[in-house]
């Protein structure tokens, strides 16, 4: 069964520091990652796919790399802005088609101004 | 451009009443549909899947159900709810797709749902 897990639970950093978002997965044969934003209340955003054959997506401040092999991806924020505070989801897909996505319980972000 | 909409966006129910939540998608075609639930302090799990009309997968046993009438239109339903249905209700839709088989999900903007 595949499990997803995120490190740390919460973050709090001062605005415009770069800063790292860890994501890993316990069955390496997936199909592709997901990372999505949500704020609270609210739907989730997608942010970057990564299709199991790729190692790396880039966004504008955000980059996601992916090491299948190691079941493991990260979410790189550059020059954090207050805006970035959210909560960051990472989701992997465990079959082809119909996409099951088996999400980490995600990453609190807070950015101080 | 392609919007997901969820109704409604709060609802407070005594235990055994029934439910529905409607979904609906505008802008695509032959979309792939989900059901998730975010529960308080849980992450967000898959409920059900759907992958054409009448076309429904399962993923957790429950006293939900869902249903597909019409393309772009998935209702979650109960005839009973219970304490422990409480959650944020999310519904989602993905691009079916030949190559790659797998693409990106958009979520809507959910419903609180409290049972009480």
């Known amino acids: 069964k595949q499990e997803v897990t995120q490190i740390p639970a919460a973050l709090s950093v001062p605005e415009g520091e770069n800063l790292v978002l860890n994501c890993s997965f316990t069955d390496s044969a997936i199909y592709n990652l997901q990372w999505f934003r949500q704020d609270p209340g609210k739907g989730l955003t997608s942010l970057l796919l990564i299709q199991s054959s790729q190692r790396e997506q880039t966004s504008g401040r955000l980059n996601a790399s992916l090491d299948k092999s190691s079941g493991r991806s990260t979410l790189y924020i550059a020059a954090s802005q207050p805006g970035d505070s959210a909560t960051y989801l990472c989701a992997v897909n465990t079959i082809q088609g119909a996409q099951k996505l088996v999400f980490g319980q995600g990453t609190r972000l807070t950015i101080n101004p | 451009s392609q919007t997901i909409h969820q109704w409604p966006a709060t609802l407070v129910q005594p235990v055994g009443s029934p439910l529905s939540l409607e979904c609906t998608v505008e802008g695509t075609s032959n979309p792939n549909l989900y059901w998730y639930r975010q529960a308080a302090g849980r992450g967000l799990q898959l409920l059900f899947y759907?992958?054409?009309?009448?076309?429904i997968s399962s993923e957790v046993p429950q006293n939900l159900s869902a249903s597909r009438p019409q393309d772009r239109q998935f209702i979650l339903s109960s005839k009973k709810l219970l304490l422990s249905d409480s959650g944020f209700y999310l519904c989602a839709w993905s691009v079916r797709r030949t190559y790659p088989l797998t693409d990106t999900q958009y979520f809507g903007p959910g419903t609180r749902l409290t049972v009480l």
């Open positions: 759907s992958v054409g009309i009448g076309q």
